[in-house]
């Protein structure tokens, strides 16, 4: 089993439609959680981090994590096309290490 | 201000070939990784430095990898000999010790694409 799961998808949806992208994982080590954007043939850059458990809305973009769960979300209103790309989930512990989903794949359609 | 720059962007290499991917992380940054991406494993981390050292190299898969910081503003990973399954996206990310290491906020340049036929 994997530390992280992500449904690598795809997701196609039409236009501010509401995107919902989510992870699972098992080390319970992990306490700061990640959502990183890569667009395609490009490096990944860092969309939010969230400390914990707990909610962290940034513009459209709200990050959820349930530490109990071990779950964590992302959620994406109002989508545009410019939104379309590879979400990846990523968590760590106290160390530098960095454990990444498989990504899942959005494209927002016009 | 430049972000991480790597070289080459491409590389198509047949089996047996040394390949020498290169790294030059952002200024003031001392934190440098390197990662691996593919279809069926994702984005794997193969070796992170600190200050120039090799801090973690657990994740290199064999020793036909290898990398090397000789200065703060320069990195390689070499593969020798290559290997068809070699073949992925290679990513350097720097990052530095505080809020960005912290907060898990590494900056990854556009990666190098390898192809081992």
């Known amino acids: 089993q994997k530390e992280v799961e992500q449904d690598p998808g795809p997701l196609s949806v039409p236009e501010g439609a509401i995107v919902s992208l989510n992870c699972t994982y098992s080390?319970?080590?992990?306490?700061?959680f990640m959502w990183y954007r890569q667009y395609s043939r490009k490096g990944p850059e860092l969309l939010m981090y969230?400390?914990?458990?707990g909610n962290k809305e940034d513009g459209r973009f709200t990050a959820q994590v349930d530490k109990s769960s071990k779950y964590i979300s992302l959620f994406i209103r109002d989508s545009q096309p410019s939104d379309s790309a590879t979400y990846l989930c990523?968590?760590?512990?106290?160390?530098?290490?960095?454990?990444f989903g498989a990504g899942t794949t959005v494209t927002v359609r016009a | 201000d430049a972000g991480v720059i790597q070289s080459p962007r491409h590389e198509v290499t047949e089996m047996g070939q040394e390949v020498t991917l290169r790294c030059k992380p952002i200024?003031?940054?001392?934190?440098l990784f390197w990662y691996r991406q593919t279809m069926m494993r994702g984005l794997e981390l193969l070796i992170y430095?600190?200050?120039?050292?090799?801090?973690?190299d657990s994740g290199m898969p064999e020793d036909r990898f290898s990398a090397k910081m000789p200065n703060a503003s320069f990195s390689t990973l070499k593969i020798q000999p290559s290997e068809p399954r070699d073949s992925a996206v290679y990513f350097c990310?720097?990052?530095?010790?505080?809020?960005?290491?912290?907060?898990?906020?590494?900056?990854f340049g556009e990666g190098s694409r390898l192809t081992v036929l």
């Open positions: 990310a720097s990052s530095f010790y505080g809020r960005g290491l912290v907060t898990g906020e590494l900056f």
């Open positions: 080390n319970s080590a992990f306490q700061y």
């Open positions: 969230t400390y914990s458990s």
């Open positions: 990523a968590m760590k512990s106290n160390d530098y290490k960095l454990s």
């Open positions: 200024s003031g940054h001392d934190y």
């Open positions: 430095f600190n200050n120039n050292v090799p801090i973690d």
